[in-house]
């Protein structure tokens, strides 16, 4: 019998069966190579062995996903202010955990809900900060109504980052006043530029509008 360590990486089943996806390392890959060489035509016994308690660390820790994102932000930020990538991450986490007011993490195994607090974190400084990212900042949010609350926060457009405005997605009716702390409270807004905000009401309808720039109107309390 020849034992190989391997991680779980995707699993997925249907009406015809299942297939589970396994990930190793060079040397355990080459290991299995030798060994299926001579059993190519054969048919295999395979016994199995989970570690349930380093699988549900696993799934409970950051993805790689989450971890690209982070990075990309970081280097986005890093240009913007002139720094190295690492440098940045350094200063960055000492700000995030004094703000959050917890421990020093790690991003190599810190939990998902960790990394995408962390995340957040970041397309809001960014937000603030004026840093002009490749791609739009929605794309890094799993919480699009978060996304929004910031955009408007920060007075960033939703759609492409730019200076932005309110815009008022419920209409303000001869029952509601402008300005007025109660009304504004049970009105919908999104924060967009002059160019976006002038399309948004030139559009055929609101809904259109916001579904094809994928926008989720927010109340703001």
């Not at 190793?24 to 199995?48: G, H, M, T, W």
């Not at 799934?59 to 720094?83: C, M, N, P, W």
């Not at 190295?84 to 810190?110: A, H, N």
């Not at 980052?161 to 009105?187: F, N, V």
Request: proline share 2%; charged share 30%; aromatic share 8%.
């Amino acid at each position: 019998m020849v034992e190989i360590k391997c991680n779980i990486s995707g699993y997925t089943a249907g009406k015809r069966g299942g297939k589970l996806v396994f990930s190793l390392d060079v040397d355990q890959a080459k290991r299995l190579e030798s060994v299926f060489a001579n059993f190519r035509d054969k048919p295999l016994r395979v016994q199995i062995d989970v570690d349930a308690k380093e699988r549900l660390k696993q799934l409970g820790t950051i993805t790689e996903d989450q971890r690209k994102k982070v990075y990309a932000l970081l280097k986005e930020i890093s240009v913007h202010f002139g720094e190295t990538v690492e440098s940045c991450k350094e200063s960055i986490k000492q700000v995030y955990c004094s703000t959050r007011e917890r421990q020093m993490f790690s991003l190599s195994d810190c939990s998902k809900e960790d990394a995408t607090d962390f995340i957040e974190f970041l397309v809001n400084f960014c937000l603030e900060y004026g840093v002009q990212l490749q791609v739009n900042p929605s794309q890094y949010m799993t919480d699009l109504q978060k996304y929004q609350l910031m955009c408007i926060s920060n007075k960033v457009c939703c759609i492409c980052g730019k200076t932005g405005e309110i815009h008022h997605y419920d209409a303000i009716g001869l029952s509601h006043k402008r300005g007025d702390p109660e009304d504004e409270a049970t009105l919908r807004k999104i924060c967009l530029c002059r160019i976006h905000h002038t399309e948004a009401h030139n559009y055929s309808s609101k809904e259109d509008f916001c579904r094809d720039y994928h926008i989720e109107p927010v109340l703001v309390g």
